[in-house]
């Protein structure tokens, strides 16, 4: 038996089709319960602008959702990109910003930060750099081990974190080890 050696293997993540199927549902919902009206609204320019409007957000949601649902993400020790409907491909070397902001669905009462708990929200990372910009939400398989993977980058390529990147990697209990050196995170 032989061990693989391969010092850059691949990660790769997905989004989960239950979430999808989710998001699709309510995507279809929301454009039919405002779509049927919208139809016998015809003679009414105002509640033709709303309906419309909101019919077009409910389909603008769920074309979203489509290219996430296509959307797969890949890692490995050079760097990250994303294959399907999405596509961009940065080494980590490129990437000049890391952000990880936090979005509550629900009021924080005063935590003063990213909630711990589960359910209460989620997490986009944003990847910036001279291939363009990789955006990955918190419901993709395996999100922790992504932003481990893209910790790691951080201490090796000391890439420049965002201030809320700084305290939202430090809220899932991952901090960089930089060795000594000065301040690596900046407010971009």
């Known amino acids: 038996m032989t061990e693989s050696h391969d010092p850059d293997p691949e990660l790769r993540f997905s989004y989960p089709s239950g979430a999808m199927y989710k998001d699709y549902g309510q995507a279809a919902a929301g454009a039919v319960i405002f779509g049927i009206p919208l139809v016998y609204a015809h003679s009414n320019i105002y509640a033709v602008v709303i309906l419309g409007a909101i019919v077009l957000m409910f389909l603008s949601f769920a074309w979203s959702t489509w290219r ?3 959307t797969v993400i890949a890692v490995t020790d050079d760097g990250i990109w994303t294959e399907g409907a999405s596509r961009a ?5 490129e990437i000049t ?20 708990d589960e ?12 291939g363009g910009t990789i955006k990955v939400d918190s419901s993709v398989h395996d999100f922790r081990d992504l932003a481990t993977r893209v ?6 390529h000391r890439l420049t974190m965002t201030e809320s990147a700084d305290v939202n ?9 930089m060795d000594g050196a000065e301040e690596y995170a900046t407010n971009v």
């Open 151 to 156: 910790m790691r980058a951080i201490e090796q």
């Open 119 to 130: 359910g209460t929200g989620w997490m986009q990372l944003r990847l910036d750099g001279a």
């Open 68 to 70: 996430r649902h296509r």
């Open 97 to 116: 910003r890391v952000d990880l902001r936090y979005f509550s669905t629900k009021r924080e009462r005063g935590r003063g930060g990213p909630a711990t």
């Open 89 to 93: 491909a940065l080494r980590w070397t």
């Open 169 to 177: 990697f430090a809220a899932m209990g991952l901090t960089p080890n």
